[in-house]
């Protein structure tokens, strides 16, 4: 079975910290993606990266970066975080076949007091 | 662009009847359509999907959704509902581009 793992399932942080969200999958999946999910938004795209290095925005990557030096391993970075950052983050992955299905981590929720 | 509308917020349902949730989306292109549920405190799960063929499709825990081209729509269903059943469900969609579009979620509320 493939496992996402997400370091954290609940994090406080204040505002104007960085905060690192980190996500590792043990299937040797290329892709890899992070998304935030808000009530009755369901789940919107920030990052993604398709290899080692590579990362392209998805629908809100504003206030958010990321980085993936290692296949396994996809981090998203708030660079200053904010209330409204506020949200549950979800990390997922899937290997490189087109229309293939996602494995979700069991996400962290992050606070910004 | 492509977006998927799940018209109702919360579904409730009395276990052993039949459920529906509804999916509907928009998009260019052959579509193709994905079921995920979550239960509480938990990632998502993959439920089921359509790429081409038949247009009924079979899932995991008994589920399973139809496909309606002309009515762009893709309805989870389920025929006797169960108590562990109760979980929140996001419908998908992805175009040639290979990026998921999720619907806003519905909460689905199996009562014994």
């Known amino acids: 079975d493939v496992k996402v793992t997400q370091s954290s399932r609940y994090l406080v942080k204040r505002t104007g910290e960085k905060v690192f969200l980190e996500c590792v999958q043990d299937?040797?999946?290329?892709?890899m993606f992070w998304y935030r999910q808000d009530p009755g938004l369901g789940l919107r795209l920030i990052y993604f990266?398709?290899?080692?290095?590579?990362?392209e925005k998805g629908d809100i990557p504003e206030g958010y970066s990321v980085s993936r030096e290692k296949k396994e391993r996809f981090s998203l970075i708030l660079e200053s975080a904010s209330t409204n950052q506020t949200s549950m983050y979800l990390c997922?992955?899937?290997?490189?076949?087109?229309?293939?299905?996602?494995?979700f981590g069991n996400g962290t929720r992050l606070t910004v007091t | 662009a492509q977006s998927v509308a799940q018209p109702e917020d919360q579904v409730n349902v009395a276990e052993g009847n039949p459920l529906t949730v509804k999916c509907t989306y928009s998009?260019?292109?052959?579509?193709?359509l994905f079921w995920y549920v979550q239960y509480p405190n938990r990632g998502l799960q993959f439920l089921l999907k359509?790429?081409?063929?038949?247009?009924l499709v079979k899932g995991s825990y008994g589920f399973e959704a139809e496909f309606n081209k002309s009515q762009t729509s893709f309805h989870l269903k389920k025929p006797s509902a169960l108590v562990s059943d109760s979980a929140l469900y996001f419908c998908?969609?992805?175009?040639?581009?290979?990026?998921?579009?999720f619907g806003g979620g519905t909460r689905l509320m199996v009562k014994p």
């Open positions: 997922a992955s899937s290997d490189p076949e087109g229309r293939s299905t996602l494995h």
């Open positions: 299937m040797d999946h290329e892709n």
């Open positions: 990266s398709y290899d080692v290095k590579m990362k």
């Open positions: 998009v260019s292109g052959n579509p193709y």
């Open positions: 359509y790429i081409t063929g038949d247009n």
């Open positions: 998908a969609v992805m175009s040639a581009g290979n990026m998921l579009t």
